[in-house]
């Protein structure tokens, strides 16, 4: 590539890079992306879209052996495991195979290597070394560099529980398996975790489901994660919260895990172990040393507006620290670069930011939990509604779940909403509306759901925040 000179280089092409040269370019500024490996990140390529290629497929054969339900009738009923994962790496590649097409097509030139800050050149602007799997490195120049390098979880390994590829997967060992394991321990209930359980589960694994704390799902509200954890032991998954888990002892294809609860300790043997243990950001070899940039339990440092202490140097998504979540990743880039070019931007609201887990039955929410609103001094109004009350979700055949409402008792401010049941991470992003709008219960109430949805729910909580609820 002849031109090595940029207003921006984005190191890393995640759905935090790319999104980032894709607006850049759209505000006519020049922009180079350096990426050392795929297009699209873990996200695209090692997470988010391959592990919903699978759940899509575990619900399918959650619904094929549950046809009687719906009047049907199948014999023989069996599923090709290896194709299935086929699958989900095919639709992994064709949306890479897209952010590339996108790139492209902005004339966003792709430098394919590692990419590290080295230090300034004349005339103030930052230096960036590109080096190659193979060849010589290459030196780029440019006013502005955007970090977006990311995170990942294979690092964060408890001592004696380091994956190994074989008998103790990462995230990237659980997504390509080459056969389905008959007993199956995941330790980590966090949505990581959870997700990979309860694929696992619903193709007819034996799983346990480990978590230190005293709830699985711990981010997410209480009440919440108990019926998870309801539905999940209905399922037959095995669930052990306040768990310690002790050195594993592996065998030629088994493992031993003792796992402490309670003050005593049970041995569990399984095939596989699958560690969903934190995540660590990818601070190593980018050059970070001799810079005013901050590292903080392995998450660069920045301000509102994703700016480091290095004139010129931004960090944004995983990078920078939490919540690990593409769309805030991807938010960030739009709000970094506009920054950039000078425009009028609003820093994140991370109360703002929508969670999702695509287990079954999914998970959503956004905003203050009951217990956090309360701690942050707010007199709170709780609404709630099951979904057994809702007519689409009894006419599906997926009752289970709820929605709650959490309102400032005061202003009538929506200060957060969760959601557990049937596509319920579609529907979220109405109550992610309403907190970004600064909607109160007023508006809310006013607003009309279409009938029969499972959104009417949605509604429903609102009104019994305020002793309203007309179907339950």
């Given at each position: 590539?002849?031109?090595?000179?940029?207003?921006?280089?984005?190191?890393?092409?995640?759905?935090?890079?790319?999104?980032?040269?894709?607006?850049?370019?759209?505000?006519?500024?020049?922009?180079?992306?350096?990426?050392?490996?795929?297009?699209?990140?873990?996200?695209?390529?090692?997470?988010?879209?391959?592990?919903?290629?699978?759940?899509?497929?575990?619900?399918?054969?959650?619904?094929?052996?549950?046809?009687?339900?719906?009047?049907?009738?199948?014999?023989?009923?069996?599923?090709?495991?290896?194709?299935?994962?086929?699958?989900?790496?095919?639709?992994?590649?064709?949306?890479?195979?897209?952010?590339?097409?996108?790139?492209?097509?902005?004339?966003?030139?792709?430098?394919?290597?590692?990419?590290?800050?080295?230090?300034?050149?004349?005339?103030?602007?930052?230096?960036?070394?590109?080096?190659?799997?193979?060849?010589?490195?290459?030196?780029?120049?440019?006013?502005?560099?955007?970090?977006?390098?990311?995170?990942?979880?294979?690092?964060?390994?408890?001592?004696?529980?380091?994956?190994?590829?074989?008998?103790?997967?990462?995230?990237?060992?659980?997504?390509?398996?080459?056969?389905?394991?008959?007993?199956?321990?995941?330790?980590?209930?966090?949505?990581?975790?959870?997700?990979?359980?309860?694929?696992?589960?619903?193709?007819?694994?034996?799983?346990?489901?480990?978590?230190?704390?005293?709830?699985?799902?711990?981010?997410?509200?209480?009440?919440?994660?108990?019926?998870?954890?309801?539905?999940?032991?209905?399922?037959?998954?095995?669930?052990?919260?306040?768990?310690?888990?002790?050195?594993?002892?592996?065998?030629?294809?088994?493992?031993?895990?003792?796992?402490?609860?309670?003050?005593?300790?049970?041995?569990?043997?399984?095939?596989?172990?699958?560690?969903?243990?934190?995540?660590?950001?990818?601070?190593?070899?980018?050059?970070?040393?001799?810079?005013?940039?901050?590292?903080?339990?392995?998450?660069?440092?920045?301000?509102d507006l994703c700016r480091t202490g290095e004139p010129g140097v931004y960090a944004i998504g995983d990078l920078a620290g939490a919540p690990w979540l593409a769309h805030k990743a991807s938010h960030e880039a739009v709000m970094c670069v506009e920054a950039i070019a000078g425009k009028t931007v609003?820093?994140?609201?991370?109360?703002?930011?929508?969670?999702?887990?695509?287990?079954?039955?999914?998970?959503?929410?956004?905003?203050?939990?009951?217990?956090?609103?309360?701690?942050?001094?707010?007199?709170?109004?709780?609404?709630?509604?099951?979904?057994?009350?809702?007519?689409?979700?009894?006419?599906?055949?997926?009752?289970?779940?709820?929605?709650?409402?959490?309102?400032?008792?005061?202003?009538?401010?929506?200060?957060?909403?969760?959601?557990?049941?049937?596509?319920?991470?579609?529907?979220?992003?109405?109550?992610?509306?309403?907190?970004?709008?600064?909607?109160?219960?007023?508006?809310?109430?006013?607003?009309?759901?279409?009938?029969?949805?499972?959104?009417?729910?949605?509604?429903?909580?609102?009104?019994?925040?305020?002793?309203?609820?007309?179907?339950?």
């Amino acid at each position: 590539m002849s031109q090595t000179d940029f207003d921006i280089i984005v190191i890393g092409g995640g759905p935090g890079g790319y999104v980032a040269a894709l607006r850049a370019a759209q505000l006519k500024l020049s922009v180079a992306v350096v990426e050392a490996n795929h297009l699209g990140g873990i996200c695209l390529n090692w997470g988010c879209i391959p592990t919903k290629a699978l759940l899509r497929a575990s619900e399918i054969n959650h619904l094929l052996h549950d046809l009687g339900t719906y009047g049907f009738k199948a014999d023989g009923v069996s599923f090709d495991f290896k194709a299935i994962v086929a699958r989900s790496r095919a639709v992994s590649k064709q949306l890479a195979s897209g952010v590339q097409h996108l790139l492209k097509k902005a004339k966003v030139p792709v430098f394919k290597g590692f990419g590290k800050l080295d230090g300034v050149a004349a005339g103030g602007k930052r230096k960036v070394l590109v080096q190659p799997e193979s060849g010589a490195p290459q030196t780029l120049t440019a006013k502005h560099v955007i970090l977006a390098t990311g995170a990942r979880a294979r690092a964060r390994a408890l001592p004696g529980l380091e994956a190994d590829g074989k008998l103790v997967w990462s995230y990237r060992e659980a997504l390509v398996p080459d056969e389905l394991p008959k007993r199956l321990l995941v330790i980590g209930s966090g949505a990581i975790g959870t997700e990979f359980a309860s694929f696992y589960r619903n193709m007819g694994s034996e799983v346990t489901l480990v978590e230190v704390a005293p709830r699985i799902l711990p981010v997410e509200d209480e009440e919440i994660s108990a019926l998870a954890r309801k539905e999940f032991e209905k399922q037959g998954m095995r669930v052990l919260t306040s768990a310690k888990v002790g050195a594993l002892k592996k065998g030629k294809n088994d493992v031993t895990v003792p796992v402490e609860v309670g003050g005593k300790t049970e041995t569990i043997t399984v095939d596989r172990v699958i560690s969903a243990v934190g995540i660590v950001g990818n601070v190593e070899n980018i050059g970070l040393e001799g810079t005013k940039i901050k590292v903080d339990r392995t998450h660069v440092v920045t301000d509102d507006l994703c700016r480091t202490g290095e004139p010129g140097v931004y960090a944004i998504g995983d990078l920078a620290g939490a919540p690990w979540l593409a769309h805030k990743a991807s938010h960030e880039a739009v709000m970094c670069v506009e920054a950039i070019a000078g425009k009028t931007v609003h820093p994140i609201d991370v109360t703002k930011i929508p969670g999702c887990t695509y287990c079954r039955p999914q998970v959503a929410s956004v905003g203050y939990t009951e217990a956090r609103a309360k701690e942050a001094g707010y007199k709170v109004r709780v609404g709630k509604f099951p979904l057994m009350a809702n007519g689409k979700a009894l006419a599906m055949g997926e009752p289970e779940g709820m929605v709650k409402t959490v309102f400032d008792a005061q202003t009538g401010e929506l200060l957060g909403a969760h959601m557990i049941g049937a596509e319920v991470t579609e529907m979220i992003q109405g109550f992610v509306i309403a907190r970004t709008a600064e909607l109160t219960e007023a508006e809310l109430m006013e607003t009309i759901f279409p009938h029969p949805t499972i959104s009417e729910s949605m509604h429903e909580a609102v009104l019994a925040a305020y002793g309203g609820a007309l179907h339950f």
